[in-house]
């Protein structure tokens, strides 16, 4: 991002925010968090000066008939969502601050009977990230038990351990706050963060929040969209329709003649009043959406007034164009920052975007921690859920990527890994990409190289099979399928990601992924992928 963007957009340098963010960690001084602790985003973030409050989601609905319903005056958040309080135990933590007290109230255990003194680890030091440099000359970082009265840290066993709150303990809440200021710096006053199990449970939560099963709402979504979400969203009663996508993901111009002429009869279900979409890398078809994508994007679900939970997994692993001279390539923390396309939650005037961010894809997935961002009010619906369901995220995943993320790399040093991160998977993609040159028939197999994420979508042009107009596209698809594990080779099939499974397939489609195997295995797999298309296709 130039300069004049950064002005447009009204957007800081991420360097000058940290800079702010340390001086005001600095003036605050030590953070004083203890057991079950509350906090919120408000504790730790900077001025939000002249930004108006986000717009509320819980309007009354008028009374209508539901075949004229529109979605303009119902009331966003379901039923089961509106009827959440607050936990009482949690409420009652927040008098465990006050000097003398003597708790006979809540069910926190001893941390005198927590089985773990200590844990170790050994983490690469800033910027030096790969395996063998970690491994001559990485750090041991040791966590205790009661490092905190110790005076040799902010967060220990003692407190990550025990029961906390919903939102997760104060200290990763300052981190995650502090993080989201630097990257996203929402252009609304009352934004917040929430800590999660992972993006699939945030998911869950979201789809309960906003969508009812005796409303007959439904979800719109990319025409192939991730499985995981669809399987997610459709057991709860809500109905999923996808909507038409090119290279760049959603055509805004497509989802708006959709949601426009909306048959309620028809479908079986209200217009979609929730958007789910992931702008960067999209799992499956790797597409990335440009800013002026998202712009268009945005400006139709404003036009519809939709809820948009943007789904953010590969946002950091956004990158260089494949091809690209090197010599372009970001070299700096600013430069890195500014070359990201600004998430929906960097543009959201409204407040009517949940960002679901996760470290899965990132550092590593078994730690099922992640965050959402989005107004207070839809915060506070969140908590609610969360205090019942998953209670929080893990305290060990909590206090081990405390002390990786704050106490160590700190909010540049992050930034700088996820710079490493995305030199990695560029050439992962780049190796990917070569295969498929190489050994793809180029007049069958077409693709466009992914600008982001993990995966490539592979076209295969049906209309050039012998078999064309005979037999049924799904089973040439599962024939060319078959092929590929007989020779040695595993592909994920398109019809595994419509988002309408009663929609007979209208192509064949196939998501390949380059994030594990090595540059060789990839050659070999692609090598078999083809022979596998050109048996098939005779």
Request: a negative charge.
């Amino acid at each position: 991002m130039t300069a004049s963007l950064r002005m447009l957009y009204n957007r800081a340098p991420a360097t000058k925010v940290i800079g702010e963010i340390q001086k005001r960690r600095a003036d605050a001084g030590k953070l004083v968090a203890g057991v079950a602790a509350a906090s919120n985003s408000d504790m730790f973030k900077g001025p939000q000066d002249g930004k108006p409050n986000a717009k509320r989601w819980d309007r009354e609905p008028p009374t209508f008939s539901v075949r004229n319903s529109t979605n303009s005056a119902v009331d966003h958040l379901s039923e089961e969502s509106r009827m959440r309080q607050p936990c009482a135990l949690k409420q009652a933590a927040r008098h465990l601050n006050k000097p003398g007290l003597i708790s006979l109230g809540g069910g926190l255990p001893s941390s005198q009977v927590f089985p773990f003194a200590e844990l170790s680890m050994k983490i690469p030091v800033v910027p030096e990230f790969s395996e063998q440099s970690t491994s001559q000359s990485g750090v041991h970082e040791t966590i205790g038990k009661y490092d905190i009265q110790n005076g040799k840290a902010e967060y220990d066993l003692s407190i990550a351990l025990n029961y906390g709150q919903a939102t997760g303990s104060a200290q990763m809440m300052r981190f995650l706050t502090e993080h989201t200021e630097i990257i996203c710096q929402p252009p609304y006053a009352d934004w917040a963060v929430c800590q999660t199990i992972g993006s699939t449970g945030a998911l869950e939560q979201a789809v309960r929040m906003f969508c009812d099963k005796n409303r007959r709402d439904a979800v719109l979504t990319e025409e192939f969209s991730f499985s995981t979400a669809l399987e997610t969203i459709e057991p709860l009663g809500v109905g999923t329709f996808g909507t038409p996508i090119d290279s760049q993901g959603i055509i805004p111009a497509a989802m708006d003649d959709l949601l426009s002429n909306w048959d309620e009869s028809t479908r079986g279900f209200r217009k979609p009043h929730v958007l789910y979409t992931v702008p960067s890398g999209q799992n499956p078809t790797g597409a990335t959406q440009g800013a002026e994508r998202r712009r268009a994007i945005y400006a139709a679900a404003q036009k519809h007034d939709m809820v948009i939970i943007e789904d953010e997994p590969y946002f950091f692993l956004q990158m260089e164009p494949y091809g690209q001279n090197q010599d372009r390539t970001a070299h700096t923390v600013d430069e890195f920052v500014d070359s990201l396309v600004q998430p929906y939650v960097s543009i959201d005037v409204d407040g009517r975007v949940m960002r679901l961010d996760s470290f899965s894809k990132v550092l590593a997935p078994g730690s099922r921690l992640g965050w959402v961002v989005a107004s207070q009010q839809l915060i506070e619906r969140y908590q609610r859920h969360a205090e019942v369901a998953s209670q929080g995220p893990s305290g060990f995943s909590q206090v081990i990527l405390h002390k990786l993320l704050d106490e160590t790399w700190g909010h540049e040093g992050y930034l700088k890994w996820l710079m490493n991160l995305r030199t990695e998977y560029t050439l992962k993609r780049d190796a990917l990409m070569a295969a498929c040159e190489k050994h793809l028939p180029r007049d069958i197999v077409s693709w466009t190289p992914p600008a982001a994420g993990m995966f490539v979508w592979l076209t295969v042009d049906h209309t050039k099979h012998p078999d064309h107009g005979k037999r049924k596209l799904e089973d040439i698809e599962q024939e060319i399928f078959d092929a590929c594990i007989d020779g040695g080779v595993l592909v994920a099939l398109g019809s595994w990601f419509r988002a309408e499974k009663h929609v007979p397939l209208s192509g064949l489609y196939f998501r390949a992924t380059y994030a594990m195997a090595s540059p060789e295995n990839m050659d070999i797999a692609i090598s078999r992928f083809g022979d596998a298309v050109r048996a098939s296709f005779r």
